[in-house]
């Protein structure tokens, strides 16, 4: 991934609303202009209408004061809405961009993140940067509301408009030292919020672990220090918006007031008129409105930029693995390890010979899990290679690869929805497999791979069968009952090599069997690798091969291993 930085992510934000932005920022300058106006047209009306006593000068000039309240009304109206249009379209592309970096096949947005941190990015500080979007154009109205001041003030008085554009750009710089402190502490803020939410859902997920280990109290305590640790950060990144937005409001006060009495002395002096006067006033309370906008704006920009910054970081994310070559022609499915160095792997070799269920055992529970994640190219070896066909996966495009050799691994989640939906696949039509051959030509695919993997009693139970609806996550079923609906889903897209994780630990001995031989049936003449140390599924095999200090120890059948090996029976029988 290209190494982007915040200031990068930010402007790339902002160029893809240019349109909306422009738009709005030329209706908002209308707005604050003709604000601007008023006060210079009411001072017109007093010298040129109320002062002469003239009923025609009146009615002209309130006929312009009244088509300026119109324009200035029109303005504000849809240069708003422009404003935020651009500001929701951001913040949604940024969305659409977090999404598409954290489900790219090579991975590695997700290293060192908790998923509850990345929703935050997504939606939180995406946001924040999307309001950048609403914040310039307001800022630019500002800016130019300040200058239309300004030159009105100089045809008023050349000393009050030269103090107006001598103590604007003072005021602007101001306001963008105040502003470092507010991005750090936003930054600051949004790490720990992100950090909380991450836990939370954690917690939730694994909630029936807890309680089945006594860890709740633990865990709440866990919670309740990073909540309190974010609170903190928050608390810190109010307090110093309040610090932020006080001071430079304490002085846009002071420099308003110093207009006001400056204009005052003028007008006492003779050196401006009535009329004058009234607009020089109603301009210092005018100039108000855009100077608390640009104290507005600065705040938005310093938070947009620490949010900016933490998107960055997840776009720029070094994917887990690489590999851009397709795989060409039929797979027959021979998988071939060689020297794999990875996690405790110690130069692990491993051949499996197409179309045959192998078993894999290993001593240590972290060794299956290195090779699950290898397998399934969710992490790069740190040495050796594995190949399918003869083809090196490192070299080819993640998705070809998980397309032809399948990882269902242990801990599998389920979906909202209905059985069917989670169990069905994009292979046909139907969602599942026909090539088939013989006997299983002409059985229901469906109905084949729920019966393969104990699934069927699973639909019994539901009140509406296969189409019966599973909670969120499959929460509404059993341990065992959600293992098998994975292990149908990961039937039912037959791939033509399968990768298995310990399928059956959450399902008793008699339906345990009933898979073994269902599963069997079901992958005959295709590539079927199950990680595992059930005896039952071993004992199906054709071959099984035992790995111990990260190295293949010993190759045979499971029984020839459980009579000969004394480590693979203390493994698997134990």
Not at 179 to 193: H, K, N, Y
Not at 227 to 242: E, I, P, Q, W
């Amino acid at each position: 991934m290209p190494q982007l930085t915040g200031g990068r992510v930010l402007r790339d934000a902002l160029r893809g609303q240019a349109g909306r932005i422009a738009g709005s920022a030329l209706l908002s300058t209308g707005h604050q202009g003709g604000e601007a106006m008023v006060p210079v047209v009411i001072g017109v009306v007093v010298d040129r209408a109320v002062g002469t006593g003239s009923s025609s000068e009146l009615l002209i000039w309130l006929a312009v004061l009244g088509a300026v309240f119109v324009t200035l009304s029109f303005s504000f109206r849809f240069g708003a809405r422009l404003g935020e249009r651009a500001a929701e379209q951001a913040g949604h592309a940024l969305r659409v961009r977090l999404t598409d970096r954290v489900l790219d096949a090579r991975g590695g947005a997700d290293t060192g993140r908790l998923p509850g941190a990345l929703a935050s990015v997504a939606t939180s500080d995406a946001g924040r940067v999307g309001m950048v979007a609403l914040a310039l154009p307001l800022g630019v109205a500002g800016i130019l509301g300040l200058t239309v001041g300004a030159v009105a003030l100089l045809r008023v008085s050349l000393t009050l408009g030269l103090l107006v554009l001598l103590g604007t750009p003072l005021m602007m710089g101001l306001a963008h030292l105040l502003g470092r402190p507010l991005q750090r502490r936003s930054e600051v803020e949004q790490d720990r919020i992100a950090h909380t939410a991450g836990l939370a859902a954690d917690m939730v997920g694994g909630l029936r672990v807890l309680k089945g280990i006594g860890a709740e109290r633990a865990a709440a305590e866990r919670y309740r220090l990073s909540s309190r640790a974010a609170l903190t950060a928050t608390v810190h990144a109010a307090r110093a918006k309040s610090w932020h937005d006080g001071t430079l409001l304490a002085v846009n006060g002071l420099f308003l007031a110093v207009v006001a009495l400056v204009g005052g002395r003028l007008a006492a002096d003779g050196d401006i008129s009535i009329g004058a006067l009234i607009a020089a006033v109603g301009m210092a309370q005018y100039l108000i409105g855009p100077l608390s906008m640009l104290v507005w704006v600065n705040g938005e920009l310093a938070q947009g930029r620490g949010s900016a910054v933490r998107i960055a970081e997840v776009l720029s994310s070094p994917p887990a693995v690489g590999g851009d070559a397709p795989l060409t022609g039929p797979v027959t499915g021979h998988l071939a390890v060689r020297g794999l160095t990875h996690a405790g792997l110690r130069g692990l070799d491993l051949d499996v010979t197409a179309g045959q269920l192998v078993g894999v055992v290993t001593a240590d529970p972290a060794h299956a899990e290195a090779l699950v994640d290898l397998l399934g190219r969710e992490r790069e070896p740190d040495s050796g290679t594995i190949t399918l066909d003869g083809h090196d996966l490192s070299t080819l495009e993640p998705e070809a690869v998980r397309g032809a050799l399948l990882v269902a691994a242990h801990d599998a989640d389920l979906f909202e929805g209905t059985l069917r939906d989670n169990v069905r696949t994009p292979a046909d039509d139907n969602g599942l497999p026909r090539q088939r051959t013989g006997e299983q030509a002409d059985r229901d695919p469906l109905a084949a791979v729920l019966a393969a993997s104990g699934a069927d009693e699973v639909a019994a139970t539901l009140a509406g069968g296969v189409d019966g609806v599973l909670a969120e996550r499959g929460r509404s079923l059993s341990g065992g009952q959600r293992q098998r609906v994975a292990l149908a889903r990961a039937l039912a897209a037959d791939a033509p090599v399968l990768v298995l994780h310990e399928p059956t630990t959450a399902v008793d001995a008699v339906t345990e069997l009933r898979i073994v031989n269902g599963v069997r049936r079901l992958r005959e003449g295709r590539t079927t690798v199950v990680i595992t140390t059930s005896p039952a599924l071993l004992a199906a095999a054709d071959t099984v091969h035992y790995v111990a200090d990260g190295i293949v120890t010993a190759t045979g059948t499971h029984d020839q291993l459980v009579r000969e090996h004394t480590g693979y029976r203390a493994t698997v029988l134990s």
